[in-house]
């Protein structure tokens, strides 16, 4: 055995322990507290935070006499300003769904987890909680002591300050997001009045508890193990993706500033291994060691060297957004030349023209029709064939129209059961069954074209229209 | 095992082996044992609140009452409960009114479409297109009426069609002449028709009788419907339906579902075979 070690030269293995010290993985059990700089990506970020107002104060737009916004799941409706849909227009949020997986494609592939770093809610409510947690309880370095510190009144007191005032963002949380879903005005009447049913009652309950937990205790290990889009997003990085990226070029090797030493005679790169890029990190982890899946892009690294740079009189951008090629003294391609933005902007304008489509065809009114086929075709007794055909028409507005039927189709066709106008039903679908009869000597083929039209006025003197084409089916 | 430990510092038990193999005393972490408790408890709230613990005949109920065939019975209840307003409408109408009714002759329909599935369609066809040898229901030509009350009637009561065998009276230029006529549509005008007595259940315009049965003899939906039209007119003219001294003669029965449907049921299903496309 000691025969095997002494065979092995300490060299390599020195080199195996030296890549590896780099590798310290936080599964939770050190909790990271960043330094808070100032800088130009600190207010980019502070203004990219501001998105999620929308989320808090959205619900409580109005259109008309309801909310601007609600996504009424029990009454299957949505409602986004104008325009509402029905399970019938779902199509749209499938292309919708797209269209946002491949935006966060592209955005990746360009420029990193932009939406990590600057958009996504658990770093957002994390950045607003931390923040909290350090107005309460003071810099990085007074938190650790304080977590450190037996418990007495005051730290109680710091302590139960800071949990109100999590709770109450997560309180908030929980009800907006809930008013997406239930009319916020309703929402609030029943949360003061305490007659809130039980499932708002529930998601409310299930987001203080989530957001709170998230935000408050998980914080980046939730970036780190529970978000499968970290994962995914990883992999989308390629050497042209601009990412906050250490100059290794210019930095190493690291040295402390010495004092009394002339620039001129320095022999260390530009790194003054100060740390300051690791202590602003609100995942805790080392850009100098590279792109990492820790790294949220979150460029706060970059605000902390830009300000230590200054002071110490070399030139800022030591850590910078730059792709991997330029780093390293090539050229990235040109994002006009990349095949992979030119694929996802095909999907991108194929999901957008088609909710575009979808929004401009939307009908008040909207016809189906569904052709019987038990039995496909019926002989009369005068020898003429008939067709039975379902017709489904929805109704979108909330008010009862009365709409006419008619078929154009084979020659001499004859209708039974819509001589008259069929009351539809609001916000539903009325089923209608029709009979055609063709004297079989007009009937040029097997199967031919059948279409039919419905007709109808909204109250507001709005012409409404529909019609769908089907088949005619008769003997070979 | 030795006294000194080499490996100090990494909360080993002691036991080392070969020099440096050991074992160690890592603890699982606390959050899995939380969860492994908090499973635990889980299990003796479940057994408390719900039914569990089998014995011999028995099992333990647990407080809250709740049973799987409970909640399946509470739903039953509720599907109940909104057919209830419909089916009692249903008992104490006719079948006419029914159909006059939108919401109730919708809701007839509906519910008809199992009983048409399980008692109907096995000779007529799922929707009533019909067999060989069982008469459509979606079209408009019908032996016994196609009001709904004749419908009714018919599932009731069962229909036995009745031909006489002709093929003894008849010779056999006299049975292809008629059939001949059958095919063309013109059996009225055929002299034979008169002077052999078919009109007596036909009707003097061959449309046939619908007290009796009989089948029109003029219109495009024929009862016996092959392939080849003539043959299938002259074997019906020689052989007659359910004649009883003829073993070839057609069957045509339609058993009485009286006592297998409920009166409700029976309106139900005249209400969704008018619907099907012929009611009149």
Redesign the interface.
């Given at each position: 055995m000691n025969d095997i070690q002494n065979k092995i030269p300490t060299s390599s293995v020195d080199e195996l322990y030296a890549e590896a010290g780099h590798w310290h993985i936080n599964t939770g059990e050190e909790t990271i507290h960043a330094k808070r700089v100032k800088g130009k990506w600190r207010t980019l970020k502070w203004w990219a935070n501001s998105f999620w107002l929308i989320f808090f104060l959205g619900p409580y737009l109005r259109w008309d006499d309801r909310q601007a916004v609600l996504f009424d799941i029990p009454n299957r409706q949505f409602h986004i300003f104008g325009a509402t849909l029905l399970p019938q227009d779902f199509f749209l949020l499938a292309l919708l769904l797209l269209f946002f997986a491949i935006l966060l494609a592209v955005v990746t592939a360009v420029a990193g987890r932009v939406w990590c770093g600057f958009f996504c809610f658990q770093t957002i409510w994390t950045d607003v909680f931390t923040w909290i947690e350090e107005k309460f309880e003071g810099a990085p370095q007074k938190r650790r002591k304080l977590e450190n510190a037996p418990w007495n009144f005051a730290k109680i007191k710091t302590k139960v300050y800071k949990h109100s005032l999590w709770l109450i963002i997560s309180v908030l949380t929980g009800i907006s997001f809930t008013a997406w879903f239930v009319d916020a005005i309703d929402l609030w009447a029943g949360i003061v009045s305490f007659e809130l049913g039980i499932v708002p009652l529930a998601f409310i309950s299930m987001f203080i508890l989530g957001t709170y937990i998230l935000a408050g205790f998980m914080r980046e290990q939730a970036c780190f193990w529970l978000c499968p889009y970290a994962r995914i997003q990883g992999v989308m990085i390629d050497n042209n993706t601009v990412l906050p990226t250490y100059d290794f070029i210019r930095g190493e090797p690291r040295g402390r500033v010495k004092k009394g030493q002339k620039e001129e005679d320095r022999t260390t790169g530009d790194c003054i291994d100060c740390n300051q890029c690791v202590a602003v990190c609100p995942t805790g982890v080392d850009i100098r060691n590279g792109q990492q899946e820790g790294c949220i892009t979150c460029a706060l690294c970059i605000d902390a060297c830009d300000a230590v740079m200054e002071k110490v009189g070399r030139p800022k951008g030591l850590i910078r957004y730059e792709s991997l090629d330029d780093l390293e003294g090539g050229e990235s391609t040109p994002i006009y030349k990349r095949g992979r933005v030119w694929v996802y902007c095909g999907i991108l304008t194929f999901a957008l023209s088609g909710i575009l489509y979808g929004l401009a065809t939307l009908d008040s009114i909207q016809l189906k029709v569904l052709h019987d086929r038990q039995p496909l075709f019926v002989m009369q007794s005068d020898g003429s064939i008939q067709n039975k055909y379902r017709l489904k028409m929805l109704n979108k507005l909330k008010e009862p129209v009365s709409v006419t039927i008619e078929a154009i189709g084979p020659k001499n066709l004859v209708t039974v059961g819509i001589d008259k106008p069929v009351q539809l039903k609001p916000g539903t679908v009325t089923p209608k069954d029709v009979f055609v009869r063709v004297p079989r000597s007009d009937l040029k083929a097997e199967s031919e074209n059948i279409k039919f039209i419905i007709k109808g006025e909204s109250s507001q003197g709005q012409l409404l229209r529909s019609d769908r084409t089907s088949v005619f089916i008769g003997p070979k | 095992m030795s006294d000194h430990n080499p490996f100090p510092g990494e909360n080993n038990t002691g036991h080392i082996w070969?020099?440096?193999i050991r074992e160690l005393a890592n603890p699982i972490p606390r959050w899995w044992m939380i969860g492994f408790w908090a499973s635990i408890l889980w299990v003796v709230g479940y057994g408390i609140l719900y039914p569990m613990i089998p014995s011999a005949n028995d099992y333990t109920k647990g407080v809250t009452g709740w049973s799987q065939i409970g909640e399946f019975q509470q739903g039953v209840d509720e599907v109940e409960a909104v057919r209830a307003q419909f089916e009692e409408q249903i008992a104490v109408k006719s079948a006419a009114e029914i159909l006059a009714d939108d919401g109730l002759s919708t809701y007839a329909v509906n519910s008809a479409r199992v009983l048409f599935g399980d008692n109907c369609a096995a000779c007529h066809?799922?929707?009533?297109?019909?067999n060989s040898g069982f008469p459509?229901l979606?079209?408009?030509?019908w032996l016994y009426g196609g009001k709904v009350e004749n419908i009714s009637l018919t599932i009731t009561n069962g229909r036995k069609g009745m031909m006489t065998a002709q093929g003894a009276l008849l010779k056999p230029e006299e049975v292809d002449a008629l059939a001949t006529a059958i095919v063309k549509g013109t059996v009225a005008d055929e002299p034979l028709y008169k002077t052999k007595a078919c009109f007596a259940c036909h009707g003097m315009d061959a449309k046939g009788n619908q007290a009796l049965g009989s089948a029109?003899l003029t219109?495009?939906?024929w009862r016996f419907d092959e392939e080849d039209r003539l043959a299938s007119a002259k074997y019906t003219i020689i052989h007659g339906v359910n004649a009883p001294n003829d073993p070839q003669s057609r069957e045509a029965v339609m058993p009485s579902f009286k006592d297998r449907l409920s009166e409700s049921d029976i309106k139900k299903l005249s209400v969704y075979v008018y619907?099907?496309?012929?009611g009149q």
């Open positions: - | 070969d020099d440096n066809g799922a929707g009533g297109a019909g459509v979606a079209d408009d030509d029109n219109d495009a939906v619907k099907l496309g012929g």
